[in-house]
């Protein structure tokens, strides 16, 4: 079958899928079918309609809730997860902090686009990163609702020994006001991943810089006004299997005692690491009583700011940050009592799907102890306390890590100096950082799912998991990039 057909085929699916769930919002007979909407408006009417309901409402977005109101306000809409679900029913994803201080993933379902759009329903699903529910496919290719209580592994982003996967790195470049220059995670093999660049698609000469002190590979452009709109692309082949601990003779174990820019030896880390680990004999019971601690104090919350750097002293003071932030606070109070720990940084790849999106880069730490390193995800455990034991000694075989630890020194680097840490690109023009951001993307090859059942891929191109106004489902539909929640 072709593209094309299978595209088509793919698309009438969903379509037939919708007309079952959704009757009352689909055309009536005899009319035309509904124009597919542009995710641009999209966000424009979820954008519109959160912003009225706001200034109608003294300042705050109200969604009823478990019984109460919340009181909310925008933060961001998450542009990877809007979609057309066809049959004149669209779906959007906002983040909204409320005046009682979570974040709140919220999903909206509207009709009426491309005219003036009706928001038909509006639901919780996240309360700071922590799901309120998961999603699984069926084999029909609908998604239903499951309760995270009841939801197995797998949906909640864990496969277990081993996975297999495409991982598509893209950068489209921004205006350039003056020359640029350009750095990019290479990610290499090791004994838990092995990586092989399928492709590299750049408009400009292009080598690769070595970065010692951690073996990284970066990636270098010199980029011109010529190469503005332009798109860099990597495509891996990438084999991972799962961490757990791992034996390593070390030599240089103080390296992993020594402070970093924004992970830094303070008398208050030190100060809160003894107190945790009080009656604590050894290094491993220390670093578990400080995993818990740092899941117990701090709320996963990527608004504000100050966030998303891996300030240890940001995350202390605010109580709150994405998955760097919660790892330069663990390091931190490892090192302050003399347990070594390390960053590394790349993606995890949904566990529930097969191709898709990716919402940005993940992070994860390791510490040293008994003779071995032992991955922990305190981020993730913190969203999902019942993995919360699996995450202290794990990493999922889901995964890819495109660069490992801090403070990265390359040459030729950036004016500014050596790089945070390195999953996002780095941009300079003119000698000045200028943000930009990558889309990650991710592509399986049919396999044999977690219940011994063939879950297939997509025919075609990647396609787009997005959810049906019905509450307990949703459908598949082709599209050139998908999402994962």
Known sequence: MSHSRRKTHLRRAALVLAAALLPSLLPAAGKPAAIEVSTERIEQAIQSHILEATRAGDGHFRVPFQGNVLELELVRVHTEYLAD??????????DLVGTDGPVYDVDF????????ATVTQTTVHKIDGQPLYAWDQKDDGTWVRVPVTEAPDRLLGVIRGEDRF??????KLPPLSGPGRLWIPLAQSDGFQTVRVEEIRAPASRRELDERAHGNKVLFMALGPEDVGSTVEIRYDVRRLEKSAYAAAEAHLKVYLAPEALVPTTDNFRKIAREVIKGKPSDLMRARALYDHVIKKLRYAKYGPGWGRGDAVYACDAKSGNCSDF????????RAVGIPARFAVGAAIPSERDDGGIDGYHCWAEFYADGKWWPVDVSEADKNARLAMYYFGHNPANRIELSRGRDLVVEPGPASGPINFLAQ????????PVKIKADFSFRREPRENYEGRTRPAADGATSKIVKTAASDSHTLRPSSLGAGR
């Open 85 to 94: 679900l066809g049959g004149g029913v669209q779906f959007a994803c906002v």
């Open 109 to 116: 379902f509207m009709k009426g686009l491309p005219g003036p």
């Open 166 to 171: 495409e991982f598509i790195y893209r950068v």
């Open 327 to 334: 790892h330069a606070y663990f390091i931190a109070l490892a």
């Open 425 to 432: 690109p780095v941009l300079e023009v003119a000698g000045k």
